[in-house]
């Protein structure tokens, strides 16, 4: 089936499809996560709490779970290593949310606003360290190397984020960089530590399918932010265009603008708080100059990569699970 009758097709785009070869196993990832970062403490007790409660669809987990899987014969570390991944990108969750003073998260409210912001940084360092912990209990420098490189790696995307100080001179190159580090580091890694928890002689193809998965699914969210409302995604479509913040459909559609078209871009990130009205003109702008479908087609051409990377893998249920996984990236909606 090609790649894009898959993406066509529900079915593969349903993530609990996607899940059954490992739902057994990735039912138990958040008792997992829990006992990890349990802590006789009462405002760590509070903030945990309320983070079960904001619980996310477990996509990192599901692929490490896959790959472990992809012959049959998952190691029981895949469980703990899947409840590390998803303790690692819960971390850059509540600190991107803290370094963006979000005030919601699917449609709830964030540590940093239903706590503070300091909270929210030390609550971050919290799960990480005992992510780190965990990977230290299972005695495997392996995990241990990949997942730290990843967590570096996301580390260093949030702060060139951050010192870039003309936002709408980022370039696609300087996009591209920044969403391998911020996102596509972590799917690649939880693919990888997959692999190694049950196929090892895939280890390389699946840091290349999640790596490349990982770049399709970044694409595709911030294509979501623009063409999705509030009551789908859990936050206001346009929010990235309210923090100022440049992505590819902008970065594809700037070179297409007329002057007036620039204009008002240019009005917009130099207005502190951009009125509700303006951000949909702006993005109407986008999408008349093109830059929604050729994000959508860099995205598909993500996906096509990290499709040939599964190309030697076993047929088997767990094999179309991973080929399903590219159609809900590419269709997902939150």
């Known amino acids: 089936m090609s ?110 606003a239903l706590f503070s912001h300091q909270v929210a940084v ?21 995990p241990l190397r990949v997942f730290t490189q990843a967590s570096n790696e996301m580390t260093i995307g949030e702060l060139r984020q951050l010192s870039s100080f003309d936002a709408l001179s980022f370039s696609e190159s300087d996009y591209y960089t920044l969403i391998r580090a911020k996102t596509a580091s972590l799917v690649g890694a939880a693919c990888e530590m997959g692999a190694l928890a049950g196929a090892p002689r895939f280890r390389a193809p699946m840091r290349r399918f999640g790596e490349r998965l990982g770049m399709a699914f970044q694409v595709a969210d911030d294509l979501i932010d623009y063409t999705e409302q509030e009551a789908v995604t859990g936050k206001p479509s346009g929010n990235d265009l309210k923090e100022h913040k440049v992505t590819l459909p902008l970065i594809a559609a700037l070179g297409q603008m007329s002057r007036a078209q620039r204009e008002r871009v240019d009005a917009l990130f130099a207005d502190p708080t951009p009125s509700d009205a303006h951000i949909a003109e702006v993005v109407g ?38 080929f399903g996984a590219l159609g809900y990236v590419m269709d997902r909606r939150f």
């Open 3 to 112: 790649l894009e009758t898959r993406l066509q097709t529900p079915v593969a785009s349903a993530l609990l499809e996607i899940q059954a070869p490992i739902r057994t196993q990735l039912a138990r990832v958040p008792d997992e996560m829990w006992r990890i970062v349990q802590a006789d403490v009462a405002i760590v007790e509070a903030a945990n709490a309320h983070l079960r409660g904001m619980r996310g669809k477990l996509f990192r987990p599901t692929l490490l779970l896959l790959a472990a899987s992809v012959e049959g014969r998952p190691e029981a570390r895949a469980v703990p290593l899947a409840a590390v991944a998803e303790l690692v990108h819960l971390t850059s969750v509540v600190h991107d949310d803290s370094v963006d003073h979000s005030v919601l998260r699917r449609g709830q409210p964030t540590i940093n």
């Open 122 to 142: 030390l609550m971050g360092d919290f799960l990480f360290s005992k992510a780190i912990a965990e990977l230290v209990r299972l005695g495997d420098m392996e």
């Open 285 to 322: 702008i986008v999408s008349e100059c093109g830059g929604l479908e050729y994000a959508r087609q860099k995205g598909e051409l993500f996906a096509q990569e990290a499709e040939e990377a599964l190309a030697g893998l076993p047929e088997s249920d767990v094999r179309q699970s991973l």
